[in-house]
């Protein structure tokens, strides 16, 4: 029978459950060191490793992999996560503000309430993502795919979508004004309840398109 380790690092603890869903996940334990102690590394490997709580602020992982990762209410203000392939990664309430997560794979990630007030996701994918209650006001989500995202009371006020991908994303209740969508697909997405650029709230029947 599996165990499930814990490590305690000050800093970083919670920091541990090696095993995610009884599945074990290969990360590097040197990169995890690394990580700890420097909170610099590019294009390690992390991957289902559980740093909740943990505090990464202004850390430097550019590349890194952290797919199935559990970051759950972790610190990652400021943090350098370019091109990173995070997709499955567990998120929830985590602090991802200032964040440079440009080009980065977010795919099916779980970011709900998370904090992503002034983060950079240009071109990052958040297919399937969900970032339901998150704040992205304002977040930079340039040709960004968030195709078949949950973004259902997402602040997404000033955020750039422009040319981003929003096709089937689910958009109730969220917060829309003023935003760039500039060459943004909305097929199929709903709009529910939401408040569009122009301040006005969106039928229930908006499908594609915010109707009055």
């Known amino acids: 029978m599996r165990r499930s380790t814990a490590i305690s690092v000050p800093g970083l603890a919670p920091v541990g459950a090696l095993l995610v869903s009884g599945i074990s996940y290969g990360f590097s334990q040197k990169d995890l060191d690394t990580v700890v102690a420097t909170k610099q590394c590019e294009g390690c490997d992390l991957s289902g490793v559980d740093l909740?709580?943990?505090n990464l602020q202004d850390a430097s992982l550019n590349a890194c992999y952290f797919s199935q990762a559990n970051l759950s209410g972790a610190n990652?203000?400021?943090a350098k996560l370019s091109g990173a392939r995070m997709s499955a990664c567990l998120l929830p309430q985590a602090n991802?503000?200032?964040a440079d997560l440009s080009g980065a794979d977010l795919s099916g990630a779980k970011l709900y309430r998370s904090?992503?007030?002034g983060a950079d996701l240009s071109k990052a994918n958040l297919s399937g993502a969900d970032l339901s209650g998150a704040n992205l006001f304002p977040t930079g989500l340039f040709r960004a795919d968030l195709s078949k995202a949950?973004?259902?009371?997402?602040d997404?006020?000033?955020a750039n979508l422009q040319e981003a991908n929003l096709q089937n994303a689910d958009?109730?209740?969220a917060k829309l004004l003023d935003a760039t969508l500039k060459g943004a697909d909305l097929t199929g997405a709903n709009l529910t309840g939401a408040t569009w650029i122009d301040g006005r709230a969106c039928a229930p029947d908006s499908i594609g398109a915010c109707k009055k």
């Open 52 to 54: 909740s709580g943990g």
């Open 76 to 78: 990652l203000s400021g």
């Open 96 to 98: 991802l503000s200032g």
């Open 115 to 117: 904090n992503l007030s």
């Open 150 to 154: 949950n973004l259902s009371g997402a």
């Open 156 to 158: 997404l006020r000033g």
């Open 171 to 173: 958009l109730q209740g």
